[in-house]
């Protein structure tokens, strides 16, 4: 049985200068134009008057599709610093509280003893708008805002609402404008999020970063072995480079996400960890497609929109690094809904996993580049012999039939 040679391996610094450049610069020059194309393709309640009508309004549009509305009670929740906390924490979604007072401002302008009422002032809702922004917008405030105006329709229908009409003051306009619009709400957002593109941060944002890693990855392992630094640089070395590298390159590639510096940081070292423990290595690259885009698509799952709104298997994602990363930008951008006790053990969870399993990876991906070229060197000469086997011997000229005649002439004339 033979056996095929493995060229020696040598440490990377002992090359040669020119060729140490002729890998480096690739590897530089790859990372940049990654980058580049990142950039491209990418920030005390009322108890009289309205209390009654907001509840009444709430408890007819209970339904199946209509979010669940829960009455806090005024002991508990007694002024509007503790709704906002409520909602920041991530007990509730959001929340609507009746301003302090209210009922009489609006009982003193319906009678005509005050004119300053202003109907914006009676109720507040706050929710987080950095939290899933979709959801947010289209879920919770449509449906507040269909609370509030349901409110002023039940508002006539209270005692309250018809002792207003007694004392209603009909030759004041002001107090006739107050009993026609007695209700608006206004919003205090936890964290306004108003840009175009912000249904794009639990999606592209997840996205981007695990398709930037995995591109690089590819590049670093055809540079690799175009350059035969896989076959004949020490393992250790090749491991310290690329360890590096990654560290460096999720570094550049995290500072477009301004504040979200360390936790973008943390999330695209994690995925770099995983493709690099795979990819390449344990996954044959005719495998690579179907890994690749499972292992996205699962991430994306667990990111698209809040676990409430979608069926108990996708709980699966609370263990995926997305969700996870996502859950500390949403505390990074607005400081509320705080999750860092499931989602700092789950991300070094698999950072820790991924380091490990890296070194077992980039060891085999060495390995088997040192037996290609191996190979390589073996099958070259033979191949070499085969091909001078088959070469035909070219006719000879004419200058040389007459030179070897003259020579045959003179070897007989010398005899």
Same mark, same amino acid.
């Given at each position: 049985?033979?056996?095929?040679?493995?060229?020696? @391996?040598?440490?990377?610094?002992?090359?040669?200068?020119?060729? @140490?450049?002729?890998?480096?610069?690739?590897?530089?020059?790859?990372?940049?134009?990654?980058?580049?194309?990142?950039?491209?393709?990418?920030?005390?309640?009322?108890?009289?008057?309205?209390?009654?009508?907001?509840?009444?309004?709430?408890?007819?549009?209970?339904?199946?599709?209509?979010?669940?509305?829960?009455?806090?009670?005024?002991?508990?929740?007694?002024?509007?610093?503790?709704?906002?906390?409520?909602?920041?924490?991530?007990?509730?979604?959001?929340?609507?509280?009746?301003?302090?007072?209210?009922?009489?401002?609006?009982?003193?302008?319906?009678?005509?003893?005050?004119?300053?009422?202003?109907?914006?002032?009676?109720?507040?809702?706050?929710?987080?708008?950095? =939290?899933?922004? $979709? /959801?947010?917008?289209?879920?919770?405030?449509?449906?507040?805002?269909?609370?509030? #105006?349901?409110? @002023?329709?039940?508002?006539?229908?209270?005692?309250?609402?018809?002792?207003?009409?007694?004392?209603?003051?009909?030759?004041?306009?002001?107090?006739?404008?107050?009993?026609?619009?007695?209700?608006?709400? *206004?919003?205090?957002?936890?964290?306004?999020?108003? /840009?175009?593109? &912000?249904? +794009?941060?639990?999606?592209?944002? !997840? !996205?981007?970063?695990?398709?930037?890693?995995?591109?690089?990855?590819?590049?670093?392992?055809?540079? #690799?072995?175009?350059?035969?630094?896989?076959?004949?640089?020490?393992? &250790?070395?090749?491991?310290?480079?690329? +360890?590096?590298?990654?560290?460096?390159?999720?570094?550049?590639?995290?500072?477009?996400?301004?504040?979200?510096?360390?936790?973008?940081?943390?999330?695209?070292?994690?995925?770099?960890?995983?493709?690099?423990?795979?990819?390449?290595?344990?996954?044959?690259?005719?495998?690579?497609?179907?890994?690749?885009?499972?292992?996205?698509? *699962?991430?994306?799952?667990?990111?698209? $929109?809040?676990?409430?709104?979608?069926?108990?298997?996708?709980?699966?994602?609370?263990?995926?690094?997305?969700?996870?990363?996502?859950?500390?930008?949403?505390?990074?951008?607005?400081?509320?809904?705080?999750?860092?006790?499931? $989602?700092?053990?789950?991300?070094?969870?698999?950072?820790?996993?991924?380091?490990?399993?890296?070194?077992?990876?980039?060891?085999?991906?060495?390995?088997?580049?040192?037996?290609?070229?191996?190979? $390589?060197?073996?099958?070259?000469?033979?191949?070499?012999?085969?091909?001078?086997?088959?070469?035909? !011997?070219?006719? &000879?000229?004419?200058?040389?039939?007459?030179?070897? @005649?003259?020579?045959?002439?003179?070897? =007989?004339?010398?005899?």
């Amino acid at each position: 049985m033979s056996t095929q040679p493995l060229p020696a @391996r040598t440490p990377f610094f002992q090359w040669p200068a020119a060729q @140490r450049k002729g890998a480096m610069i690739p590897m530089v020059m790859s990372s940049v134009m990654l980058l580049l194309l990142v950039l491209a393709n990418i920030s005390s309640p009322s108890t009289t008057m309205r209390a009654p009508s907001a509840s009444k309004a709430s408890q007819s549009l209970q339904a199946a599709n209509f979010p669940t509305i829960e009455f806090g009670s005024v002991s508990e929740y007694s002024t509007p610093a503790s709704v906002r906390n409520a909602v920041c924490k991530g007990d509730y979604w959001g929340a609507i509280y009746v301003s302090s007072g209210a009922s009489a401002k609006l009982a003193s302008a319906i009678n005509g003893t005050s004119t300053s009422y202003n109907p914006a002032d009676s109720i507040t809702y706050t929710y987080n708008q950095a =939290r899933y922004p $979709a /959801q947010a917008d289209s879920l919770i405030a449509s449906n507040i805002v269909k609370v509030v #105006g349901m409110a @002023r329709s039940f508002y006539y229908q209270t005692p309250n609402g018809t002792a207003a009409l007694r004392s209603l003051n009909v030759s004041n306009p002001a107090a006739i404008a107050a009993y026609l619009n007695p209700i608006q709400s *206004t919003a205090d957002l936890i964290q306004p999020t108003t /840009q175009g593109p &912000r249904v +794009f941060f639990n999606t592209v944002n !997840i !996205i981007i970063p695990t398709l930037a890693q995995f591109f690089y990855i590819l590049a670093l392992n055809g540079i #690799g072995l175009s350059t035969g630094i896989l076959a004949k640089a020490r393992v &250790r070395d090749v491991w310290l480079m690329r +360890f590096g590298i990654g560290k460096i390159y999720g570094d550049v590639g995290s500072f477009q996400f301004g504040k979200t510096l360390l936790v973008f940081w943390l999330y695209m070292d994690v995925q770099w960890q995983v493709l690099e423990s795979f990819v390449g290595s344990f996954v044959p690259m005719q495998f690579m497609p179907f890994f690749v885009l499972t292992w996205i698509i *699962t991430n994306i799952a667990s990111t698209v $929109a809040p676990f409430e709104l979608m069926p108990g298997f996708y709980r699966i994602g609370y263990a995926l690094p997305a969700h996870e990363a996502y859950s500390m930008m949403v505390l990074a951008w607005s400081g509320c809904a705080d999750q860092t006790r499931v $989602a700092l053990p789950v991300l070094f969870a698999w950072w820790i996993a991924g380091h490990v399993l890296a070194v077992f990876s980039i060891r085999k991906r060495c390995a088997d580049a040192g037996k290609m070229a191996g190979a $390589a060197a073996v099958k070259a000469p033979a191949q070499e012999q085969e091909q001078a086997q088959d070469l035909p !011997i070219p006719p &000879r000229s004419a200058s040389t039939e007459l030179t070897l @005649r003259s020579d045959e002439e003179q070897v =007989r004339n010398e005899k």
